[in-house]
Structures are given as structure tokens and as C-alpha cells.
């Protein structure tokens, strides 16, 4: 692991397929905590070593600003002053940070009503020109690729080869971190991006260092998981909105890096992805519904008795924080209860669990 912050740029750049005319834009992102969770393991049924490689803390909430670093990066080089990019939400406040970062302008297309507040509010924040259309991410995604080949403005969508080349050193770090890679890698599957990035970085990793190679396990949401069912799916549907796509640009390479790990593609419920969400918070870590899906369908599988980690070490990708979508929270929160102020009533609802 780094000993202090400097970006992915500085201390991986050596080992990222980089055009030389790139300009470094960065943010110091990377270098996020590989979290152990014993407790969460024993809740698992036990027996095994689990990790939670927490991306929710790089500088725009999420795993994005990896990719971003090093697609910005490459544009600016070229002197390019505008980007642009479809989103479900995170690469919407990423793409806007950076570009913001470069002095460049960006523009994000959006699926109308169907990305959480909170990331939305990033991008327009970090100062993006936000366009909803009327039609899903897969819809979004094809306009914004047509564009980019016929207007001088940079795709930076996962399309983008450098965004992998960015993504991929979170595997790194995990090595890093452990010594070498661990015997399963669970993580969310949406447009298929970061599942592909990791493997592409642990294969690296592996013929420079001899680091090993995890099997890995990708987990999409069950209204949303054309990976599993064959084919894309018309109107994805999920209450992990970063997830949410039908047509995964990426999907044949994720295919192949679960084949290649001798791991799995699989889904699961939307049920199971909060139950895991509110697991995980009770363990000390809040991340964004998509995020728990990795570890979500770990449990499942370990339910099933379809993989045994027993003696083995288990790491799961949580790609973004919790205040990236507080609203699933919130809604089944509840109102908190209204006192006096007067210590005996407060008291009384402590002593007796009301509160």
C-alpha cells in the first residue's frame, strides 16, 4: 500500500499503458482502505479471512475516479477541452470532478428519474452540463458514442480503454496490501467495466510478482442481469441504480474474466442486496446498494453451499459510499422519535429501547 496518498498516476503510472503525451490530472484518489471484517465472516458462517476493499472513499465518493484519472489525463494531452458521457450516476460526478480538475468542460446524459440524488447533486456540483433523456443507460450510452465520433468531444465512459488501464490498479493495491491476491474477488457487475479492469490487473500482477490469481465472482441485480439470463434486458429495473443496465458494454470480457478466474457470474435479489447493505453498515461500513451486491452474492452462494472459502481469504469490491444513495436508507428509516427536554423522559426511552 502507499505509504502517503500521491494518485495512481505517480505510484502505479510505470505499470498503466498510458499514451507518453499525457498530462496528469488527478485528484490523489486510490489508496483506499482494504477493510478486515471478521465479524462479518463469522455472520457468513465463518472459517475464513474477508476484506472489504472500500472504493466509497476516493475523492468523489466511488471507484470511478480511478478510470478517470487516467481518461482525463489522456485528453488533456491531446488537448481536448470537452468530455462527455453517459451515466447512472457515478461516472457523472467523477467525469465532472476531473474535467472541472483540467479546466474542462463536461457534459453528462442521464436516464430522466433514475439516478440517485446524491450522485446527481455531485456532478452538477463539480459543475457539469446535466442532460436527462427520456430512455434507459443503454439508450444513453449509444447517443453519447455517436457523438464523441462525430463532434471534438472525449468519451470517458468505461468504452474508453484508459479508463480500465486506471481501474485496474485497485488490484494492485489489494496485492499489495495482502501480499498477493486473494483466493475469491466478489464485486457488483453493471456495465461490466471494473469487473474486467481488476482482472486484467490481477493477470499483470501475476506475471510481474507471481502474486496469484483470485477466482472471481461478479454479481449483477436480478431485474437487472442480462450477464446471467443470455441476453440484454429491455428495462433493467433495481434499486441498486449504479447496476441498472441492460447491455453491459463490457459483458463479453466480464464473461471471460469470470471463465478465465474459473469463477462466476450469478444475481440477486434486490432483497438480498439491502440486507446486505444494512449487514455491512452494521459492521461499520456504509456503502451505496450496488456496492453490497459483491458481497451479497457471496452470502448467496455460500447459502447454497456452491463455494467453499473455508481457510481462504475473501476480498469484496464495495464500489461506492452510502451517501451516494441516502434515500434507500432513509425511506426505511422512518421518522426518529420527538422527547422534551428533560433527562428522565430521555431516560426512560433509552433504558427502554425506544429510542
Not at 464523441?148 to 479508463?163: D, E, F, G, H
Not at 494492485?172 to 474486467?196: K, M, Q, R, S, Y
Not at 500482477?205 to 437487472?224: C, D, E, F
Amino acid at each position: 500500500m502507499m505509504a502517503s496518498n500521491s494518485g495512481i498516476l505517480a505510484h502505479y503510472g510505470a505499470l498503466m499503458d498510458l499514451p507518453e503525451y499525457s498530462r496528469p490530472v488527478t485528484l490523489l484518489e486510490g489508496d483506499t482502505p482494504l477493510i478486515p471484517v471478521p465479524r462479518l465472516a463469522e455472520e457468513l458462517g465463518g472459517g475464513f479471512e474477508l476484506f472489504v476493499k472500500f472504493e466509497g472513499l476516493n475523492p468523489t465518493g466511488s471507484f470511478k475516479d480511478r478510470g478517470m484519472t487516467a481518461a482525463i489525463s489522456e485528453a488533456a494531452g491531446r488537448g481536448v477541452k470537452a468530455v462527455i458521457c453517459a451515466s447512472t450516476g457515478n461516472t457523472a460526478a467523477s467525469a465532472a470532478a476531473y474535467a472541472a480538475r483540467a479546466g474542462m468542460r463536461a457534459v453528462v446524459i442521464i436516464p430522466a428519474g433514475k439516478v440517485a440524488a446524491g450522485k446527481l447533486a455531485g456532478a452538477v456540483a463539480y459543475g457539469a452540463e446535466v442532460i436527462q433523456i427520456e430512455g434507459s443507460f443503454d439508450d444513453a450510452l449509444g447517443l453519447v458514442v455517436e457523438i464523441s465520433q462525430r463532434q471534438p468531444i472525449a468519451l470517458v465512459n468505461s468504452l474508453n480503454p484508459y479508463r480500465l488501464e486506471g481501474q485496474k490498479t485497485a488490484a494492485f493495491e489489494i496485492c499489495d496490501t495482502l501480499g498477493g491476491a486473494p483466493d475469491w474477488l466478489c464485486l457488483p457487475v453493471g456495465n461490466a467495466g471494473n469487473i474486467t479492469a481488476y482482472w486484467m490487473g490481477f493477470r499483470q500482477y501475476h506475471a510481474l510478482k507471481g502474486s496469484g490469481l483470485p477466482q472471481i465472482l461478479g454479481v449483477q441485480a436480478a431485474g437487472s442481469a442480462p450477464l446471467v439470463l443470455g441476453h440484454p434486458v429491455e428495462h433493467p429495473e433495481t434499486v441498486a441504480t449504479a447496476i441498472r443496465i441492460g447491455k453491459p458494454a463490457r459483458g463479453e470480457q466480464a464473461l471471460q474474466a469470470a471463465e478465465e478466474s474459473n469463477g462466476r457470474i450469478i444475481a440477486v435479489t434486490d432483497d438480498e442486496i439491502l440486507a446486505m447493505q444494512h449487514q455491512l453498515a452494521a459492521n461499520g461500513v456504509w456503502v451505496e446498494p450496488a456496492s453490497a451486491a459483491g458481497l451479497a452474492g457471496l452470502a448467496h452462494e455460500l447459502c447454497e453451499g456452491r463455494i467453499d472459502v473455508r481457510g481462504r481469504r475473501v476480498a469484496a469490491v464495495c464500489t461506492g459510499h452510502g451517501m451516494k444513495d441516502p434515500d434507500v436508507v432513509i425511506r426505511g428509516w422512518g421518522k426518529p422519535p420527538v422527547l422534551p427536554a428533560d433527562r428522565d423522559a430521555l431516560e426512560e426511552a433509552i433504558l427502554g429501547g425506544r429510542a
